[in-house]
């Protein structure tokens, strides 16, 4: 860190209970007991008003956790390797991943890591695990460039991919990765019960986000609350592209 250059400034949007944006610039480091080594920074909780917890991890080689992550037996949780390369552990196995590896742990059961590279950027996820009925959701572990996109809403410049199975109504929540190319966009404005964690792996939009248009670029993290309208366009010369959080497969708990 150096003396600031000029006034203090900063592209960041909090709304309690509705929508916000945090930029990279502003990210400040936490102490996580479990986790050694590292930038931790917690970008989204309950305290936003959201209904889970993410952090991003700046690490450099060595950075682990000393006892697996969230392992409290109403907690699931999940890992991406946005760049560099780790060992991953979960449901009892162990992985060494690039960038696009990643792993979901369910409930209980937590989930280990330790990194590899001289630099890396981990995306760390929990959130309460939802039941439904006696069903019990299972780890997975794989790295998602092996995965092909497939066309968004029959648009031929938005495409997605899926981390976790999304015809298992055990699993409660997914990840996704959604890529715009220039000039493309959602087919419709969103408003839907569903919140999003959302962090940008490349390129720039114009995101809507309830009544506000903002300028949104890679390493920016983003919430959205439940029926908060949503939608944005590709902009730029390269695919704007971010991977985010979804519930899912739930009914609204009364």
């Known amino acids: 860190m150096s003396y600031p250059k000029d006034l203090l400034s900063t592209r960041a949007v909090v709304k309690p209970g509705l929508w916000a944006v945090i930029p990279k610039e502003g990210l400040v480091n936490n102490?996580?007991?479990?986790?050694?080594?590292?930038?931790?920074?917690?970008?989204?909780?309950?305290?936003?008003?959201?209904?889970?917890?993410?952090?991003?991890?700046?690490?450099?080689?060595?950075?682990?956790?000393?006892?697996?992550f969230g392992t409290d037996m109403h907690i699931e949780c999940f890992i991406y390797i946005a760049e560099g390369e780790a060992e991953l552990s979960a449901g009892g196995k162990i992985q060494v991943y690039g960038a696009g590896g990643y792993a979901f742990a369910p409930v209980g059961e937590g989930l280990s890591f330790r990194v590899l590279s001289d630099e890396a950027k981990l995306l760390l996820y929990k959130q309460v695990f939802v039941p439904y009925k006696d069903l019990k959701p299972y780890a997975v572990m794989g790295n998602i460039n092996d995965v092909a996109f497939r066309i968004y809403d029959d648009m031929e410049n938005v495409f997605i991919k899926d981390f976790l199975p999304t015809d298992d109504v055990s699993f409660d929540m997914n990840m996704h990765i959604l890529s715009f190319e220039p000039g493309g966009c959602h087919p419709f404005v969103e408003t839907h019960v569903?919140?999003?964690?959302?962090?940008?792996?490349?390129?720039?939009?114009?995101?809507?986000?309830?009544?506000?248009?903002?300028?949104?670029?890679?390493?920016?993290?983003?919430?959205?609350?439940?029926?908060?309208?949503?939608?944005?366009?590709?902009?730029?010369?390269?695919?704007?592209?971010?991977?985010y959080s979804k519930d899912c497969n739930r009914d609204v708990m009364m």
């Open 31 to 68: 102490v996580i007991p479990g986790i050694d080594g590292g930038k931790v920074s917690i970008v989204c909780s309950p305290k936003m008003g959201a209904g889970f917890t993410q952090y991003i991890i700046e690490a450099k080689k060595g950075c682990h956790t000393t006892e697996p």
């Open 194 to 243: 569903q919140e999003h964690g959302a962090y940008i792996l490349s390129g720039e939009g114009m995101y809507l986000m309830d009544d506000t248009w903002l300028g949104i670029k890679k390493d920016d993290f983003m919430w959205f609350g439940p029926f908060c309208p949503q939608c944005s366009y590709g902009v730029g010369r390269e695919p704007f592209a971010y991977i």
